[in-house]
């Protein structure tokens, strides 16, 4: 049944004003509810606008703060060195380096007899790929037989091009981590690490793909939890500053400008990285010359004749 038709009689002036108070009235209560509404709106932005902003500041202290923290054990140098041994190829065990403190360079062999070789990598680089895996079994069996020592030595450059998870650091880290509780597991956990490489500008890989690859070239569990807390990020951060801004122990390099940088008794090799024969005849070259000049024998001076 319609209303309001022809036949309806008219308000009367208080219904009129009834009708106009009670709508003013319900304007009124539903002004209160939209006034109260966008206060708590309000409320709610100013609290996640400050919350914002106290993240950032943290955010830009932590960023900003001296990174410090002590280094892992057996890489005093900021690299681990790896010699021959029993059993295969093993660590050179030596003390952190502490909070604040500077690394102390190794002491290469000079008998000649040995070349020492040093590297510089970091594990997102594309180019340490290709040299680490063209030449991971030749240096594996330099250093088991004797003829060589390894000293690698990890650092996060390529940090901003892993799409915001600073693979660099995190992959240096983990080395870290191995380095001090499965020193026995770092040649092995550094060739995976370059075997099952990811691209430049991904993601990388996460913790719990590193923490496999870990435990695959034999690493303790205790490892994982060390991977988890980045707990070597400062001293990443503190070593690859050393490295880029040198010099650099043992060479003639003020610094390394790229990676990977490697030495042989302190000569840079720039040849192929894809070539496993003309880095060991670089290294061969570089081990004949050094026992050259420890044999050396000085041209005695001639004795002047009786006058």
């Known amino acids: 049944m319609s209303t309001g038709g022809p036949n309806q009689p008219r308000p009367t002036r208080n219904e009129r004003r009834e009708a106009a108070r009670e709508k003013a009235r319900l304007l009124r209560e539903e002004q209160k509810k939209r006034d109260r509404r966008n206060k708590l709106l309000i409320q709610g932005g100013v609290i996640v606008a400050i919350l914002a902003v106290a993240g950032l500041i943290v955010a830009l202290v932590l960023g900003n703060a001296p990174a410090g923290g002590p280094g892992p054990k057996n890489m005093a140098s900021d ?47 594309p180019y340490c790929g290709q040299f680490e895996t063209t030449n991971n079994e030749t240096m594996r069996t330099m250093v088991e037989s004797g003829a060589a020592t390894l000293e690698v030595h990890p650092i996060a450059i390529l940090t901003n091009k892993s799409a915001g998870t600073q693979y660099s650091l995190r992959a240096a880290n983990a080395a870290a981590c191995v380095a001090e509780y499965s020193p026995e597991a770092f040649f092995d956990f550094n060739a995976l690490m370059f075997e099952n490489q990811p691209e430049e500008l991904s993601t990388g890989l996460t913790n719990d793909e590193i923490k496999k690859l870990a435990s695959q070239a034999g690493a303790a569990s205790s490892v994982d939890s060390c991977i988890d807390q980045t707990r070597f990020k400062g001293w990443v951060q503190d070593a690859t500053e050393r490295a880029l801004t040198g010099p650099i122990p043992n060479s003639e390099l003020d610094s390394v400008t790229g990676t990977p940088t490697v030495l042989v008794n302190g000569k840079q090799y720039v040849g192929s990285l894809e070539d496993s024969a003309e880095f060991q005849a670089f290294v061969l070259q570089a081990a004949g010359e050094s026992y050259s000049e420890s044999t050396a024998t000085p041209t005695p001076t001639p004795t002047p004749a009786a006058q």
């Open 79 to 125: 690299g681990i060195v790896l010699v021959g041994g029993e059993g295969g190829i093993q660590a050179v065990e030596t003390p952190a380096i502490p909070d604040g403190g500077e690394p102390t360079p190794t002491e290469p062999d000079e008998s000649g007899t040995v070349a020492n070789i040093v590297t510089y990598i970091d594990y997102l680089c």
